[in-house]
C-alpha cells in the first residue's frame, strides 16, 4: 500500500502538462511548480512582476490548503525568475504571504518559463 496521495484543488491552476499539482507522501507535500496563471481562465494576470508574484503565492497558498496545511508549513521554496533585478520585489511579496521563520529557499535566473511568463515556484511542505 502506498501512502502516496495526489492533492488537486480548483482554486489553483490545473496541471497544463503530465505532472499533480502536489503529492502528499506522509507528512511531507511536494507541490509542483506554479507560474501567475489565473486558476479560472487559465491565462497570465499580467504582465507585472508584482502582479504575477502575488499570484504564484495565491496558487500555492491553494495547493497548501488543499493539502491541509499552509504556507507557514514550508520547509524548502524554489524560485525561477526571468530576471534577478525584480529580487526586492520579490522579497517584498513573499513577505506578504510567509511569516518567519522563512523556509530554507534558492532563486535562480533562468533564460525562459513556460506561457512567457516571469516567475515560477516550487515548494516542499512539512504538515504539522
Known sequence: MSNKQVI???????????Y???VKA????YMSGQIPLDPTTMEVVSEDFRAQTTQVFKNLQAV????GGSLT?????N????DLSNFAVLNEVMAEFVKQ??????????????KGVQVEMDAVLVLK
Open 26 to 29: 506522509g507528512e511531507t507535500v
Open 79 to 82: 524560485i525561477f525568475m526571468t
Open 101 to 114: 521563520p522563512y523556509p530554507a529557499r534558492a532563486a535562480v535566473e533562468v533564460s525562459a518559463l513556460p
Open 64 to 67: 497548501a490548503e488543499a493539502a
Open 20 to 22: 499533480s499539482q502536489a
Open 8 to 18: 488537486s484543488t480548483e482554486n489553483a491552476p490545473a496541471a497544463i502538462g503530465t
Open 73 to 77: 508549513d514550508l520547509v524548502k521554496l
